[in-house]
């Protein structure tokens, strides 16, 4: 094999107090798109800044050799000079900008100063239709929906002539379509030239498209797996991520299901601000004690509007329909009247919905239900402590103490803090909107767990996921929604993720 | 010593400003030759600062709500005139005046809170449009002329001294019994707090550093009111000042309000979608404002013993310096109320340093500026250090921490815990 285009050697980063790499080596050959894959706090998104210049040469030990060069990166500005372009989770685009304008920002077509808007716009559709992105390049970035955003990213990354582009993420928010066409995009650029490395959660993805996989865990380069010698799937993944197997990736469980619990019936709920556009269009559904239902739906199709819509109408205008808890009608003005009422849902965004990332993890968890902590007219700060504590063992939150800041937790602990949170709201009824989004495996099953007791506590559990796999395996009934419809209703033996897919995709009108 | 640092490490801006305010204050000690904390010139330093140390209250909880309100010097000046002609062309009791007073800030902090929480315009809009409209008010109001001959009592909010009692022992007698009492109450305060703490089994200071941080409070109370004692005792404005800081400290930090403020602050969404009534917040904020904004005006037109229609100016500068030298943020969610009153006394003692050292206002304004800039600098410096040691995986070292023993005990009676076991569901795998 030719000379490898990135060679990382002997990387060890340090923060005070934690050694967040030891030792690591990454080879990527060229045009090659190589997987790197390993639990939260693994290390990848560390490696990836120590390779960007994020933390610059100087703040880690090892060396970078980049097309025979070895490099000493002092900033991103300067790893982009050489070629080395990251695109991350959280997309980096100026919502009120033109698409071209993204693309050229920073790297504007200029002469001392003044843009020449033509040749920009020429560029920009160039380059949009090497990404298969059929827009108006002056459309704003903000009327693109995520996935064509993402594409934008990968336009302005090759309008900066990337040799080596780096994708954290990329389909994470995407729905299946736009990830198989980011995927099929992957491919293509490829075959013309470019070198990739993604970081995913998401094993089916990296098994379809990756050449070779370097496995991260605990900071240790743990192996490398070279896809087209064969014999790699996904559970050998995992094997390399968790350093076990991991037979069931969903706990055992036997449902102990009761008397019908929550009923929403004929729920109609109009665009916020188009009152006319019909979101969710006259949905019944009903969840009983103990069982936990599952919503699935491609993005767009209404999921996130239904769940807000019936918390306390969070989402929605001229909302019409009946909602029933244990048979009695519900009228829920408000959030508060939500909580009140025993309803909770999880958001689907952790950071922006979920948490206050100024939070520490005890004001985090009593948020939601503060009235349960007041002793005359303060709030007993001693046993909101004991309560963080409860929950900080039984839930397994990985933190120094309940003292901590959220914003400095893995995804997989916050999402444990904001379950925490919900859970001592002692809820009736939990939605939950993509629990398990950007967590890695283990604390994935983990949160199965805790789903799965939440039910057998005798509340009702609806989750709304786009992972069929996660639905099928922790489900007990399932409905398909799609254009803002319910268009079937699976009990778990008939569900499979083809009769799924078959029915979150037919056009009912 | 890591308990030490610890306790202090999460108290870091806070007792940086207080170590700053200490070193300016000895400063111009030293370089005055004493004569800054003569009985005097203490005295002098409270009321002079103490209408914008009211607004720098409701400041920093406007900004930890994450709004700003720019109209307080003209609300101050423009209730203040109303508080005059009140009293001296409508020949309504002082009492009366004021409470009608504080009610009229209300009202214009919830017309603020109306237009900015349930329309929607952003507080700088619409509190700049409150400083035009109340400027001009005032002068309206005002027929442009200054208003005197207010009642003596009204005057005492601004310049009065709580009066004498007892034998003449060559201090004040009630301002030393004052002392005495805020010294009790902060022992108490300070022992109910670690019996709690200790009755949940929770860490502690050592005892040695527990007494010697009580005495020191101690000490400071009694030489603060023994300075002032020298003199004519504590003024009126003080102790209505120090009454607020003790109710706001205590709504911020101890009650639902108070979360709820800052929750709003620090993620709005966030905030809505835990129940949170966030309108509701925003407009009690600026409705308070409002209110605070009213006494701060009479304070200030009882201590020049007239209304005037160039009172006020600048005043929403001042109060903005002190809540962001005492470390509120620009984004919301972080700052405090006793944070804010540190600031205003930064901004006070070198205004009354500089001009006891004769320092001319055209410096004094250059090195207030100077002051702000550097204050907020550090604070971002800091917090630009705390979160280089962040990033993923940065809590992992602490990961293997085992709880406290004595905790589960505690856990175990628990009354309401919602206790799920998913240790063992995760064990079986």
């Known amino acids: 094999m030719a000379q490898p285009i990135l060679e990382m050697r002997s990387i060890t980063k340090e923060f005070p107090g934690v050694k967040a790499l030891t030792d690591v080596n990454l080879t990527v050959h060229p045009l090659e798109i190589h997987a790197i894959c390993g639990e939260n706090g693994a290390g990848k998104s560390t490696l990836m800044k120590v390779l960007s210049g994020v933390h610059p040469h100087g703040s880690y030990t090892g060396t970078i050799t980049f097309e025979g060069q070895e490099v000493a990166f002092r900033d991103i500005r300067h790893s982009e000079a050489a070629g080395i372009v990251i695109i991350h989770q959280e997309l980096a685009l100026i919502p009120e900008l033109s698409i071209a304008e993204n693309i050229f920002l920073g790297n504007e077509n200029a002469r001392r100063g003044v843009i020449n808007w033509d040749s920009t716009n020429r560029r920009a559709i160039e380059l949009l239709a090497r990404v298969g992105l059929r827009e108006n390049p002056l459309t704003p970035v903000k009327h693109l929906g995520i996935g064509k955003q993402q594409l934008v990213e990968i336009a302005k990354a090759l309008s900066r002539d990337v040799k080596l582009l780096i994708l954290d993420e990329p389909t994470a928010a995407l729905n299946d379509d736009d990830a198989q066409h980011l995927l099929g995009l992957l491919k293509e650029l490829q075959a013309k030239g470019i070198t990739s490395i993604m970081i995913s959660h998401k094993l089916n993805e990296i098994e379809q498209v990756a050449d070779r996989i370097t496995i991260l865990r605990d ?32 706990p055992d469980h036997t449902p102990q299901i009761g008397e019908v619990l929550f009923e929403v019936e004929g729920w109609t709920v109009m665009h916020p601000h188009d009152h006319d556009r019909t979101v969710i269009d006259r949905a019944d559904l009903h969840v009983r004690r103990g069982e936990i239902v599952g919503i699935a739906g491609l993005m767009g199709a209404g999921r996130t509007e239904l769940a807000r819509s ?138 199965y767990g805790i789903i799965q007791q939440l039910a057998d506590q005798g509340r009702g559990v609806i989750v709304i996921s786009s992972e069929l796999p996660e639905l099928l395996g922790l489900c007990d009934r399932i409905y398909t929604l799609a254009e803002g419809r319910i268009t079937h209703e699976f009990s778990r033996e008939d569900a499979s993720q083809e009769a799924l897919m078959r029915h979150m995709t037919s056009h009912t009108r | 010593m890591t308990t030490l640092r610890r306790m202090l490490g999460s108290n870091v801006r806070q007792y940086g400003m207080v170590l700053a305010l200490a070193a300016i204050v000895l400063f111009f000690q030293f370089q005055t030759d004493g004569v800054l904390l003569r009985p005097l010139n203490v005295s002098n330093l409270l009321t002079q600062n103490s209408y914008i140390l009211i607004l720098a209250i409701g400041m920093v909880m406007v900004i930890i709500s994450r709004h700003i309100d720019l109209s307080v010097g003209s609300v101050a000046a423009f209730v203040g005139a109303m508080a005059a002609i009140m009293m001296t062309k409508w020949d309504l009791p002082w009492f009366v005046a004021v409470v009608l007073c504080l009610a009229l800030g209300a009202l214009i902090g919830a017309w603020h809170g109306f237009w900015v929480a349930y329309v929607g315009i952003p507080a700088f809009i619409v509190t700049l449009a409150s400083m035009l409209i109340f400027r001009g008010l005032t002068l309206t109001v005002l027929n442009g002329e200054t208003v005197a001959n207010l009642p003596s009592q009204f005057e005492g909010m601004g310049n009065g001294f709580l009066p004498e009692i007892g034998p003449d022992t060559g201090l004040h007698n009630l301002t ?4 005495v009492a805020m010294s009790l109450f902060v022992v108490w305060v300070e022992l109910r707090r670690r019996r709690s703490a200790t009755r949940y089994n929770f860490e502690v200071a050592p005892l040695p550093l527990f007494i010697a941080r009580v005495a020191l409070e101690v000490v400071v109370i009694m030489y603060f009111v023994y300075v002032l004692a020298q003199y004519r005792g504590l003024p009126v404005v003080a102790v209505i000042l120090f009454a607020l800081v003790g109710l706001y400290t205590f709504l911020m930090s101890r009650t639902v309000i108070g979360r709820q403020i800052y929750a709003v602050g620090g993620n709005v969404d966030a905030a809505t979608m835990s129940g949170v009534r966030t309108r509701r917040i925003d407009f009690l904020v600026l409705t308070n404002m409002g209110m605070l904004a009213a006494l701060a005006g009479m304070v200030f037109a009882a201590r020049l013993t007239a209304a005037n229609p160039k009172a006020g100016v ?116």
């Not at chain 2, 030393?176 to 002392?179: A, C, F, K, V, Y």
């Not at chain 2, 809590?395 to 589960?408: G, H, M, N, R, V």
């Open chain 1, 219 to 250: 900071g240790r380069t743990i192996e490398t797996l070279d896809v087209t010698q064969g014999d790699v799937d996904e559970d050998r993944i995992i094997r390399g991520m968790v350093g076990r197997d991991l037979e069931h990736r969903f």
């Open chain 1, 310 to 447: 019936i918390f306390g109408r969070s989402f929605g205008s001229r909302i019409e329909g009946v909602l029933r808890l244990e048979g009695q009608p519900l009228t829920l003005k408000s959030v508060a009247d939500a909580i009140g009422a025993g309803l909770a849902y999880v958001s689907e965004d952790r950071k922006s919905l979920g948490l206050n990332l100024l939070d520490d993890i005890k004001t985090s968890i009593s948020a939601a239900k503060l009235d349960k902590l007041v002793d005359g007219l303060t709030v007993d700060e001693n046993r909101e402590v004991l309560v963080a504590e409860t929950y900080r063992r039984d839930l397994g939150i990985k933190a120094p103490s309940v003292a901590a800041g959220v914003a400095k937790l893995s995804g997989g602990n916050q999402q444990k803090v904001v379950l925490s949170k919900w859970m001592f709201t002692d809820p009736k009824v939990l939605i939950l909107d993509e629990p398990t989004r950007g967590i890695d495996v283990g604390a994935k099953f983990e949160i």
């Open chain 2, 176 to 179: 030393m019994l004052i002392g």
């Open chain 2, 314 to 429: 600048n005043f929403e500068l001042d109060a903005i310096a002190a809540a962001f030298i005492g470390g509120a943020a620009v984004t919301g969610g972080v700052g405090t109320v006793v944070g804010a009153i540190i600031g205003g006394f930064v901004m006070g003692v070198l205004n009354n340093g500089m001009s006891l050292l004769g320092v001319g206002i055209d410096w004094q304004q250059t090195i207030k500026g100077l002051v702000l800039l550097a204050a907020v600098a550090f604070d971002v410096y800091n917090k630009r250090r705390a979160r280089v040691g962040g990033g993923a995986g940065a809590e992992k070292d602490d990961a293997t921490a085992p709880p406290p023993p004595e905790l589960d005990e505690q856990l175990a009676e628990l009354p309401d815990s919602l206790v799920t076991t998913t240790g063992e569901a995760s064990s079986t795998s």
